[in-house]
Every structure is written in C-alpha cells, then in structure tokens.
C-alpha cells in the first residue's frame, strides 16, 4: 500500500525545498527549543517523523530543556501530513518498584486528546551491550516505538522494505489434512516463501556495536537501521523527513542516504554540529544553506 491521496497536499509546495510560512529550509539542521521552530513550519508539510524524546531524566544532556510533550504533539499533528506517521522511540523508567508509565500515558493522551491514532506499538529488542543488573527486576533490553497516524489509513506502507526471511525457506511444509481450495488431491504443497511479513518485536543492535565515536558524542544514540527501516516502510523518495529533537541526526543522515529530505532541530550547538559532521561523513553531503540558521529559543 504506497498510493497516495490525488489531492494536492502542502508538501507538494516543499518541492523546491522552501517552506514558505517561517523561511525555514529543508535539508537543514537547526538549533534552538523544537516548540518555536515546529511553529514556523506550514500545516502538513511534513511526510514522516522519527524521533526519541527525552523522557524521565534518565540521561544528562548538553543543553538540558523543558520539553512540553503535549505542545510537542499538537505541533507535530499540525505539521504531519494526513496519512503520515510519527514513529516515537520511548520507554519508562522505575521509580520504587514500578513503571513510570511515562511511554503509556502518552500514547492515550496523544490519541485521545490530541487526535493521533494508533497504528502499532512495536517493540525495539535491544542487543548489544546489557543494560543495568538488578536484584529485584527484570533487566530491561527494550524500548517502545509508537507508530502514531494521523488520519485514517498510513499514504505510505512499505512492509515488503522490512521482510524477514522465512526458517523453512524453499521446503515444502504442510500441516493441513485437505488440500487448498482448488488444489487437486496428490499435489505437492505449495514452498515455503523466502521472506515474511515482519513482527512487531524489531531486534537490533545498540549503537554501541556500530563502534561510531563521533555519534556516540551524544549519550543517548539510536540505532542506525532502526531509523533507516522506519524511513524505507513509512516514506518515499523525495519525501520530508523531520526529527525534532535529533541529538547526533541518526534520523537526518539515514534519511539523506535514502533519498529523503530531511529537516533536524536541536537545543544543543554541540549536538546539531555532531550531526552536520555525520551527514558530511556518513551521507556525502551538505545541508542547504538555509539550514544553517537558529532557532526562537
């Protein structure tokens, strides 16, 4: 399913990489609070939004900022086209011996008060280095991605960019007592597919195992293919690709490596020149001129 709606829609507008309401440019990176920022861009100019929020104090960051999750939802619904997604990498913390439920009560707010929707909750499955032992939990080795729609139905859903391959690949496996309807009686079964519909418990490995010492600049990292596997399922070539709070700009590089554009925010100097660095390395490219601004705050 990767047809979009016939109508125009405002992001077709952001073809010449201009956004008109707030001069802001696409393929740049920007610093300053997300909030003011967000405010300058038009209504549904955005295709596609992959981002980590800070959430529980749970790590130290370079320019530590309030973030009001609630405008942060409202804003990004304004700027998301319909049928786009907002793909959120979030967890909670424990605090006396329960969740915070932090990542849940935003789900429901932003659903139910704001006017997001559910698409799917997945599970990023942490490998790698082995987060804190505890004598009285379970280790935690996962966070939630919220894929939240905007709309009806997703424009765009590339599942078959995210297969898995099949364990009996190529074996002919049957475990039905009749043939498939239409199927004469003594017919071998059909093979077995090479490649499956992905699950919703997504495993990779940490950042840490990419061994990228510039990205690990910043302290909380987000795998490389988990964002570039978001972009390929939920956007096209050509397409907008914003992170708001983009720390080291894993989300801007891997968009800039598949064909998207990109627009990245973030509070901290030293975070948004991490992530020019990257995409120069990483991408083989420049952000446009217009990107080199700052942010109202």
């Known amino acids: 399913m990767s047809a979009r709606a016939t109508p125009p829609r405002a992001s077709e507008g952001l073809r010449s990489g201009e956004l008109h309401k707030g001069e802001l440019h696409v393929s740049g990176l920007y610093v300053g609070d997300c909030l003011p920022l967000l405010a300058r861009l038009p209504d549904e100019s955005v295709d596609l939004t992959v981002t980590s929020p800070p959430y529980d104090h749970l ?157 690990l600049g910043h302290p909380a990292t987000m795998p490389d293919r988990l964002a570039a596997d978001l972009i390929a399922c939920f956007s096209n070539p050509g397409d907008l690709v914003l992170d708001p709070l983009m720390g080291s700009g894993t989300t801007c590089v891997m968009a800039a490596r598949q064909g998207r554009r990109y627009m990245g925010m973030d509070a901290s100097p030293a975070y948004v020149d991490i992530a020019r660095r990257r995409l120069a390395s990483e991408a083989g490219g420049q952000e446009e001129e217009g990107g080199k601004g700052r942010g109202n705050g």
């Open 59 to 215: 790590r130290h960051y370079d320019t530590p900022t309030p973030l009001n999750l609630t405008a942060l939802g409202q804003q990004l619904l304004r700027v998301t086209r319909e049928g786009g997604i907002c793909a959120l990498v979030i967890g909670d913390s424990a605090r006396h011996y329960a969740k915070s439920l932090t990542s849940f009560r935003l789900a429901v707010s932003w659903c139910d008060a704001l006017g997001w929707r559910l698409f799917e909750c997945c599970l990023y499955h942490r490998h790698g280095t082995p987060g804190p032992w505890w004598r009285t939990r379970f280790r935690v080795d996962h966070e939630f991605i919220l894929l939240l729609l905007k709309g009806e139905r997703p424009g765009v859903f590339h599942k078959e960019a995210l297969y898995v391959p099949t364990k009996h690949a190529g074996e002919r496996v049957s475990y039905r007592p009749y043939p498939r309807r239409g199927t004469p009686w003594g017919a071998p079964p059909p093979a077995v597919q090479p490649h499956q519909c992905r699950g919703t418990v997504w495993p990779y490995a940490t950042s840490s195992a990419e061994r990228n010492r510039l990205k």
